[in-house]
């Protein structure tokens, strides 16, 4: 059967860092564009970056620039997403998708994860 699963997330200190791994079954990552997005309690979901298939990373956010970086290991037939000096803003649970168009709009990505939680807090 076909899935995303994320992994990777915890408690983490604010200035700390986590890196998430999103793995692939049943299909290849590298013929699909990967988004991350995160979902904080009692807000919408947002992108924050997409890796597309030639590795171009595209953010959705300016907020996260500069501190997340996503990267893609075919041979792992994964995607990870690396968070550094991370904030209590950042405390969402955290999501992969794929879509074959290049890194579009959330609404475009049309086969997800089920999330991994991110807590950023002292």
């Known amino acids: 059967q076909a899935q995303l699963v994320e992994s990777g997330g915890g408690l983490v200190q604010p200035g700390g860092s986590l890196s998430l791994s999103c793995a692939a079954s049943?299909?290849?990552?590298?013929?699909?564009?990967i988004g991350w997005f995160r979902q904080a309690p009692g807000k919408e979901r947002e992108g924050v970056l997409c890796?597309?298939?030639?590795?171009?990373?595209?953010y959705y956010v300016d907020s996260v620039k500069g501190r997340f970086t996503t990267s893609r290991d075919n041979a792992k037939n994964t995607v990870s997403l690396q968070m550094n000096s991370l904030k209590p803003e950042d405390t969402a649970v955290y999501y992969c998708?794929?879509?074959?168009?290049?890194?579009?709009?959330?609404?475009?990505?049309?086969?997800w994860g089920r999330g991994t939680q991110v807590t950023v807090s002292s």
């Open positions: 998708a794929a879509s074959s168009l290049t890194c579009p709009s959330i609404y475009r990505f049309n086969f």
């Open positions: 049943g299909f290849s990552l590298n013929i699909l564009n």
């Open positions: 890796i597309s298939t030639n590795e171009t990373s595209i």
